[in-house]
Structures are given as C-alpha cells and as structure tokens.
C-alpha cells in the first residue's frame, strides 16, 4: 500500500494551498521512510517530478532533500 498512499499524497496533497496540508504530506513520506519503505517512496517522488504543476515538481523536491 506505500505505493498507492505516496502517489495519493503526491497526487493530491502537494497540489493543496494550504502549506499546512503539504506538511502533513510530507510528514507522511517521511514515516514511510522510516518503517524502512524509503526505495517505494523515493520512486513515487522521484514520478512526481515528472508532473506539469510546479507545486507539485517543488513539494517533491522538499521531501526528497528532507528524507536526505
């Protein structure tokens, strides 16, 4: 399921105003990381990239550098 759920949140939630809700977001990818999931993880961010909306493309990034 840690595929679907960070692909939701990549989908989704990074695409939200609310600053609040991204941080949540990427609150949720970095648990995942955390319970040893980070190659699933990393490859949903690493699509998210990918994506035509800057806030998105910029939400990834700020997940991926704060999972370094």
């Not at 990427?26 to 990239?49: F, N, P, R, W």
């Amino acid at each position: 399921t840690t595929g679907e759920v960070v692909s939701g949140v990549v989908g989704k939630v990074f695409n939200q105003p609310k600053a609040r809700a991204k941080e949540l977001g990427s609150d949720i990818c970095l648990m995942y990381i955390e319970i040893e999931k980070a190659e699933v993880v990393q490859d949903e961010l690493i699509k998210g990239l990918d994506n035509k909306n800057p806030k998105i493309v910029v939400a990834c990034i700020e997940t991926l550098r704060k999972a370094l």
